[in-house]
């Protein structure tokens, strides 16, 4: 079966199934994204209520030609992981586009902080290094060689480290890694972002 034809079955089948299924809101086929969460789905068909009649109505007249993932508006809300998999990529076979809020999916405010310190000399750098990430510190007391490590403000604030120069964390703790990174000089920008 070619592409298009693939395409255009699953749209007459899924018109079909919308006109005479009542709580179908809406068919959606998922994009590459949801592949993890929806593994071996073709369709994904959104109800206003949870209906095994009505499941079972949409199995009939798809004829068992497509693996069909039943999800009511509750159970989308209440999955930030299956939201975000069909964000983005899914397209709307029939039906309405349906709108999930921040609230729904529990979403936390952070903020993606991202640092350069290209045009700072290498004794703030490791100043800033340090403050942030932490070091290890190494002297001799009667004799014996003691090693201490000590924790940097990421650690102490559980932020992550998404790759060189590149932090997320928290927005109520955005404010003591940005004033670090002002007292060495060090230039950044900040993106917020809603996370889960």
């Given at each position: 079966?070619?592409?298009?034809?693939?395409?255009?079955?699953?749209?007459?089948?899924?018109?079909?199934?919308n006109k005479k299924v009542k709580g179908v809101i809406s068919v959606i086929y998922p994009?590459?994204?949801?592949?993890?969460?929806?593994?071996?789905?073709?369709?994904?068909?959104?109800?206003?209520?949870k209906s095994e009649?009505?499941?079972q109505k949409v199995?009939?007249?798809l004829a068992g030609k497509f693996q069909v993932k039943h999800v009511t508006l509750d159970e989308l809300g209440n999955n930030p992981e299956f939201n975000a998999a069909l964000s983005g990529e899914g397209v709307l076979l029939y039906g309405r586009a349906v709108n999930i809020t921040a609230e729904d999916?529990?979403?936390?405010?952070?903020?993606?902080?991202?640092?350069?310190t290209t045009k700072m000399n290498q004794n703030d750098r490791n100043k800033l290094n340090r403050a942030l990430?932490?070091?290890?510190?190494?002297?001799?007391?009667?004799?014996e060689?003691?090693?201490?490590?000590?924790?940097?403000?990421?650690s102490k604030i559980n932020a992550q480290k998404l790759g060189k120069g590149v932090l997320m964390v928290d927005r109520f703790n955005s404010s003591l890694i940005i004033?670090?990174?002002?007292?060495?000089k060090a230039q950044w920008k900040e993106i917020p972002v809603w996370t889960y």
């Open positions: 079966m070619r592409r298009g034809d693939f395409g255009l079955q699953i749209s007459c089948r899924t018109y079909q199934a994009g590459a994204a949801a592949s993890k969460t929806l593994t071996g789905t073709d369709l994904l068909v959104i109800y206003s209520n009649h009505s499941f199995n009939d007249l999916m529990q979403l936390k405010s952070r903020v993606i902080l991202t640092y350069n990430y932490g070091g290890i510190s190494t002297y001799r007391k009667k004799g060689r003691i090693v201490k490590e000590y924790p940097g403000i990421i004033q670090i990174l002002n007292t060495f």
